[in-house]
C-alpha cells in the first residue's frame, strides 16, 4: 500500500461528464483494486474512491464520471498539477481459469481495461444507457470486444460459453446477469460500489451483507461471488 503525491500527465474530457484522468508514476494494483484520491487539501474531508482503469510501468489511469464535488475538482485537473493516491485498495477480480468474460455497464466499464490487458483470453462486454466512451481504448488493447448503446448488452452473451464472469455497473444489470447466469455452470463475480470515506477497513460505512453476514466492501470487497450478494436487499438500499 502506498500514499504518493504524483503530478497529472493529462486530463481528457470523453463525453460532457465522463473524464480520463492520467497521472504519472510507478503504480501498483491488480484488476478490480481501486485508490483513493485527492486533489484537495481540507475541503472535502474525504478521499474519494475510484477503479483503476490502466495501469503502465509509467503512469496509472482512471475513468471518471462527474458526480458531485470531489469528481468535480478531479474534473479540473490539468497537466501538472499534483494528487494524492493512497492504494491500492480492495481484493480484485481472481485471477481466471478458463473462458472469462468481462462485462460493464456505464462507468462499470472502468475497471474492466486493466482486468482485459491482464486477462487477453477475455471477452469483453460494455453497455451504455447513452452515448458510448472510451470504446476505442479497449479495442485498441483486445481483440474481442463487443459494445452497445441501448438496450441490454446481457443480451449479445453467450453465457453458457464462459466458466467465469466479472461485471461491474448498475445493480438492476448485475441482479439481472445474477439471475441469468443461475441455472448456467459460469461463476459471477461482481464488483459492488457502496459508499466509502476510508478505503482502509476503519470506518465501517462500507457495510455489506454479504456470505457470512456483515463485511466491510472495501477489504473483503469490492469483488463478491453474486451468489452470496443480496442484490434485493441492495436494491432497497
Ligand atoms: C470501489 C469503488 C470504485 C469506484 N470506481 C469508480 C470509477 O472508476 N469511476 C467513477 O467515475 N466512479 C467510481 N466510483 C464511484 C465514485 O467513488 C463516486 O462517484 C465518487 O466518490 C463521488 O464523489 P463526489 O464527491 O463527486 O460526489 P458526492 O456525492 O459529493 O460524494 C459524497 C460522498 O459520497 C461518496 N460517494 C458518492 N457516490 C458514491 C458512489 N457511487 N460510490 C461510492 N461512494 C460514493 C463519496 O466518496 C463521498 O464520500 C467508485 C466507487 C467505489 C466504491
Ligand atoms: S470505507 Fe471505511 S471501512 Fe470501508
Redesign the pocket.
Same mark, same amino acid.
Given at each position: 500500500m502506498l500514499t504518493l503525491m504524483a503530478t497529472v500527465l493529462s486530463n481528457e474530457r470523453l463525453t460532457a461528464s465522463?473524464f480520463r484522468l492520467a497521472i504519472e508514476g510507478s503504480f501498483h494494483g491488480e484488476p478490480g483494486q481501486?485508490y483513493m484520491l485527492r486533489s484537495w487539501d481540507k475541503s472535502?474531508l #474525504?478521499s /474519494?474512491?475510484?477503479?483503476i482503469?490502466d495501469l503502465t510501468s509509467t503512469a496509472i489511469t482512471? #475513468?471518471? /464520471?462527474?458526480?458531485?464535488?470531489?469528481?468535480?475538482l478531479l474534473s479540473r485537473l490539468t497537466s501538472g498539477d499534483q494528487v494524492t493516491l493512497y492504494g491500492p485498495y480492495?481484493n480484485g477480480f481472481p485471477k481466471p481459469g478458463g473462458n472469462v468474460a468481462l462485462v460493464g455497464g456505464g462507468?462499470g466499464i472502468?475497471?474492466l481495461l486493466f482486468s482485459a490487458k491482464r486477462f487477453p483470453f477475455s471477452k469483453v462486454f460494455l453497455g451504455f444507457s447513452g452515448e458510448p466512451f472510451a470504446v476505442a481504448s479497449y479495442q485498441a488493447l483486445h481483440g474481442d470486444v463487443v459494445f452497445q448503446s441501448g438496450g441490454t448488452i446481457l443480451d449479445a452473451i453467450d453465457l453458457n460459453s464462459f466458466d467465469k464472469i466479472y461485471a461491474c455497473g448498475p445493480l438492476p444489470m448485475m441482479a439481472e446477469l445474477r439471475r441469468r447466469t443461475a441455472e448456467t455452470a459460469a461463476q459471477l463475480y461482481v464488483?459492488i460500489?457502496?459508499?466509502?470515506?476510508c478505503g482502509i477497513g476503519i470506518c465501517n460505512g462500507?457495510t455489506i451483507n454479504v456470505g457470512t453476514g456483515n463485511h466491510k466492501?472495501?477489504t473483503v470487497g469490492?469483488v463478491f461471488p453474486a451468489e452470496e450478494v443480496d442484490f434485493d436487499e441492495l436494491l432497497e438500499l
Open positions: 465522463v481501486f472535502p #474525504l /474519494r474512491p475510484i477503479s482503469h482512471f #475513468l471518471i /464520471r462527474l458526480h458531485g464535488e470531489g469528481t468535480r480492495g462507468m472502468a475497471p464488483s460500489e457502496k459508499r466509502m470515506a462500507c466492501a472495501c469490492p
